[in-house]
C-alpha cells in the first residue's frame, strides 16, 4: 500500500482553503487514513479547522478527534457547538468519546450530552479515573447468556450486525450480569447450532477490576496475549471491554512518560511548547538536582587537604564518578523496565538484586584494572593506580546496587520509580565514590608519598 504524501496533501487542503474552496478540502482530508487526517488536520489554522470539520463526514471528525493528541482534541471540541459537538460524539467510540468529554468544561458536556444519541453508552465511561481500567474500556456491545444456543447466538449477531472497532471475543454472563466465561467467534460457529453457550464457553476467563490501574490491564493483555480484555465491578459484572488498539495507546504513552521521567523531565512536552511551559516542568527539577549536587561538594570539601597535597588526584574525578554513574543508570534503566512490566518483584528481587551486584563486581573488576594501569603508567605512581582502581572497583558494586534498590525503595512507598531514581542514584553514586577515592587516598598515598 502506498504511503501517503501529507506535505502534498497539506499544500493542496491549503490552496483549496485559500480560494474557500471548502468541499475540495473536506474531500481531500476525507480521501486520507484517520492517522493522516489527524497529520493534515492539526497542521491547520484554528480558524480553518472550526470551518473545516463541520463540512467534513461526521465519521471523519470522529476519527480526527480520536487520534489528536487530547489537549489539542479538547481545545477543538471546545470551540464547537453543542449539536456539532454532539453529532461527532455519536460517531465516536465511547471511550474516546467519554475521554474528550472529561476534558472540556462541564457546561458544554452537560449540553452536548442533552443531545448527544449514545449518551447511555458514553456517560457511564465517565464515571471513571482516565488512567484506569474503567477509564480504558470501552461499552461490551456483543454479550452472550450462558443459556442460549449457539444457533441463537449467531442469529443474534445477524440481527445487531455489530458496528464495533472488531469481534475479538463474545463473553458470557448470567442472569445477574455477571462474567461466567468466554467464547471466540470461530468457536461459536464451528460448534454444534444446538450446543448450550454455556457447554462450549471457557469458564476461565481473566478480567480486571474498573479500578486497575491501566499499566496493569496492558501488561496482563501483553502477558496472555490477549485481544480484549473485559473489565467487571467488584461483584463481578460485566462493565466493558479494553480492545487491543487501547492497549497499544496506554504501552505508548507509560513508555513515553518513562522515558520523559528517566531525563528528569516530569511531564510529557511536544517540540511545540512554549518557552515557559519548558521552564515551568524543568528548572524545578534541575534546582534540585543542584541542592543534591551539593552533598557532593560537602564530601569534596572534606578532603581539600588531600586534593592540595596531591593536585593529580583531581585528574581522576571524572573516571571514579562517570564510569560508576553510567553503571548506576545501566542497572536503573533495567530494574525501572522491569518494574513497569511487572518482571522484577518482592518475590524475585532478591535474586535480581544478587545479579546486578554480580555484575557491577566483575564490570568494577575489569574496568578497576584497565584504570589503575593507565594511572600507572600515566604518572608513573604504582600507589596511584591502586588508589583509583580500589575506588573504582568498590563504586561499581555501589552503583550496581544503588541502581537496583533506589527504583525498589520508591516502587515500595508508591512513588514512580522512573521520576525519582535518577537524581538519587547519581547523587549516591557520586558521593560515595569520592569518599572512598579521596578517603583511601588521604589514608594510602599521604602516609606513602
Given at each position: 500500500?502506498?504511503?501517503?504524501?501529507?506535505?502534498?496533501?497539506?499544500d493542496q487542503?491549503?490552496?483549496a482553503?485559500t480560494?474557500?474552496d471548502w468541499?475540495?478540502?473536506?474531500?481531500?482530508v476525507e480521501?486520507?487514513?484517520?492517522?493522516?487526517q489527524?497529520?493534515?488536520?492539526e497542521e491547520?489554522?484554528?480558524?480553518?479547522?472550526?470551518?473545516?470539520?463541520?463540512r467534513?463526514?461526521?465519521?471523519?471528525?470522529?476519527?480526527?478527534?480520536?487520534?489528536?493528541?487530547?489537549?489539542d482534541a479538547?481545545?477543538?471540541a471546545?470551540?464547537?457547538?453543542?449539536?456539532?459537538?454532539?453529532?461527532?460524539?455519536?460517531?465516536?467510540?465511547?471511550?474516546?468519546?467519554?475521554d474528550?468529554?472529561?476534558?472540556?468544561?462541564?457546561?458544554?458536556?452537560?449540553?452536548?450530552?442533552?443531545?448527544?444519541?449514545?449518551a447511555?453508552?458514553?456517560?457511564?465511561?465517565?464515571?471513571?479515573?482516565?488512567?484506569t481500567a474503567?477509564?480504558l474500556?470501552?461499552?461490551?456491545?456483543?454479550v452472550?447468556?450462558k443459556?442460549?444456543?449457539?444457533?441463537?447466538?449467531?442469529?443474534?449477531?445477524?440481527?445487531?450486525?455489530?458496528?464495533?472497532?472488531?469481534v475479538y471475543?463474545?463473553?458470557?454472563?448470567?442472569?445477574?450480569?455477571?462474567?461466567?466465561?468466554?467464547?471466540?467467534?470461530r468457536?461459536?460457529i464451528l460448534s454444534?447450532?444446538?450446543?448450550?453457550?454455556?457447554?462450549?464457553?471457557?469458564?476461565?476467563?481473566?478480567?480486571?477490576y474498573a479500578?486497575?490501574d491501566?499499566?496493569?490491564?496492558?501488561?496482563?493483555?501483553a502477558?496472555y496475549?490477549?485481544?480484549?480484555m473485559?473489565?467487571?465491578?467488584?461483584?463481578?459484572?460485566l462493565?466493558?471491554?479494553i480492545?487491543?488498539?487501547?492497549?497499544?495507546?496506554?504501552?505508548e504513552?507509560?513508555a513515553?512518560?518513562?522515558?520523559?521521567?528517566?531525563?528528569?523531565?516530569?511531564?510529557?512536552?511536544?517540540?511545540?511548547?512554549?518557552?515557559s511551559?519548558?521552564?515551568?516542568?524543568r528548572?524545578?527539577?534541575?534546582?534540585?538536582?543542584?541542592?543534591?549536587?551539593?552533598?557532593?561538594?560537602?564530601v569534596l570539601?572534606?578532603?581539600?587537604?588531600t586534593?592540595?597535597?596531591?593536585a593529580?588526584?583531581?585528574?581522576?574525578?571524572p573516571?571514579?564518578?562517570?564510569v560508576?554513574?553510567s553503571?548506576?543508570?545501566?542497572?536503573?534503566?533495567?530494574?525501572?523496565?522491569?518494574?513497569?512490566l511487572?518482571?522484577?518483584?518482592?518475590r524475585?528481587?532478591?535474586?535480581?538484586?544478587?545479579?546486578?551486584i554480580?555484575?557491577?563486581?566483575?564490570d568494577?573488576?575489569?574496568?578497576?584494572?584497565?584504570v589503575a594501569?593507565?594511572?600507572y603508567?600515566?604518572?608513573d605512581?604504582?600507589?596511584l593506580g591502586l588508589?583509583?582502581?580500589?575506588?573504582?572497583?568498590?563504586?561499581?558494586?555501589?552503583?550496581?546496587?544503588?541502581?537496583?534498590?533506589?527504583?525498589?525503595?520508591?516502587?515500595?512507598?508508591?512513588?514512580?520509580?522512573?521520576l525519582a531514581?535518577p537524581?538519587?542514584?547519581t547523587t549516591?553514586?557520586?558521593?560515595?565514590?569520592?569518599?572512598?577515592y579521596?578517603?583511601?587516598?588521604?589514608?594510602?598515598?599521604?602516609?606513602?608519598?
Amino acid at each position: 500500500m502506498k504511503q501517503t504524501d501529507i506535505n502534498n496533501i497539506l499544500d493542496q487542503v491549503r490552496d483549496a482553503l485559500t480560494r474557500d474552496d471548502w468541499s475540495a478540502a473536506a474531500a481531500l482530508v476525507e480521501a486520507l487514513r484517520p492517522p493522516d487526517q489527524a497529520d493534515v488536520f492539526e497542521e491547520l489554522s484554528p480558524q480553518d479547522q472550526e470551518e473545516l470539520l463541520p463540512r467534513l463526514d461526521p465519521e471523519d471528525s470522529a476519527d480526527i478527534l480520536e487520534e489528536l493528541a487530547d489537549e489539542d482534541a479538547a481545545e477543538i471540541a471546545e470551540r464547537l457547538d453543542a449539536g456539532e459537538l454532539a453529532r461527532i460524539l455519536d460517531k465516536m467510540e465511547p471511550d474516546e468519546a467519554a475521554d474528550l468529554l472529561g476534558d472540556i468544561s462541564q457546561e458544554q458536556v452537560n449540553e452536548a450530552l442533552a443531545v448527544v444519541q449514545t449518551a447511555e453508552e458514553i456517560i457511564p465511561l465517565m464515571e471513571y479515573q482516565d488512567e484506569t481500567a474503567g477509564g480504558l474500556m470501552t461499552s461490551a456491545e456483543i454479550v452472550l447468556h450462558k443459556d442460549i444456543t449457539a444457533e441463537t447466538a449467531i442469529r443474534h449477531l445477524r440481527t445487531i450486525s455489530p458496528d464495533t472497532e472488531s469481534v475479538y471475543y463474545l463473553f458470557v454472563v448470567d442472569d445477574e450480569v455477571k462474567l461466567v466465561g468466554v467464547i471466540s467467534l470461530r468457536q461459536l460457529i464451528l460448534s454444534d447450532p444446538s450446543a448450550k453457550i454455556e457447554d462450549i464457553m471457557d469458564p476461565e476467563v481473566l478480567s480486571v477490576y474498573a479500578s486497575t490501574d491501566q499499566e496493569e490491564a496492558a501488561r496482563l493483555m501483553a502477558r496472555y496475549d490477549l485481544l480484549a480484555m473485559p473489565v467487571v465491578d467488584d461483584s463481578g459484572c460485566l462493565l466493558g471491554v479494553i480492545t487491543h488498539d487501547d492497549l497499544v495507546d496506554v504501552l505508548e504513552r507509560e513508555a513515553t512518560e518513562d522515558i520523559y521521567r528517566l531525563g528528569g523531565v516530569p511531564d510529557e512536552q511536544i517540540t511545540e511548547e512554549s518557552v515557559s511551559g519548558g521552564l515551568r516542568t524543568r528548572l524545578p527539577w534541575l534546582i534540585l538536582n543542584l541542592g543534591t549536587a551539593m552533598v557532593s561538594v560537602i564530601v569534596l570539601s572534606l578532603f581539600e587537604n588531600t586534593i592540595a597535597a596531591v593536585a593529580i588526584l583531581a585528574a581522576f574525578f571524572p573516571i571514579v564518578a562517570g564510569v560508576s554513574g553510567s553503571a548506576g543508570t545501566q542497572t536503573m534503566t533495567v530494574t525501572v523496565r522491569g518494574l513497569a512490566l511487572g518482571e522484577i518483584n518482592r518475590r524475585n528481587g532478591y535474586r535480581n538484586l544478587v545479579r546486578e551486584i554480580l555484575i557491577g563486581l566483575v564490570d568494577g573488576l575489569v574496568l578497576g584494572l584497565l584504570v589503575a594501569v593507565i594511572a600507572y603508567f600515566w604518572k608513573d605512581l604504582p600507589i596511584l593506580g591502586l588508589v583509583v582502581g580500589v575506588a573504582v572497583f568498590l563504586n561499581m558494586i555501589t552503583a550496581a546496587a544503588a541502581g537496583f534498590l533506589v527504583p525498589m525503595g520508591f516502587q515500595f512507598i508508591k512513588i514512580d520509580p522512573a521520576l525519582a531514581s535518577p537524581v538519587l542514584v547519581t547523587t549516591l553514586t557520586d558521593t560515595f565514590g569520592y569518599f572512598v577515592y579521596l578517603g583511601f587516598a588521604t589514608i594510602v598515598i599521604i602516609k606513602f608519598l
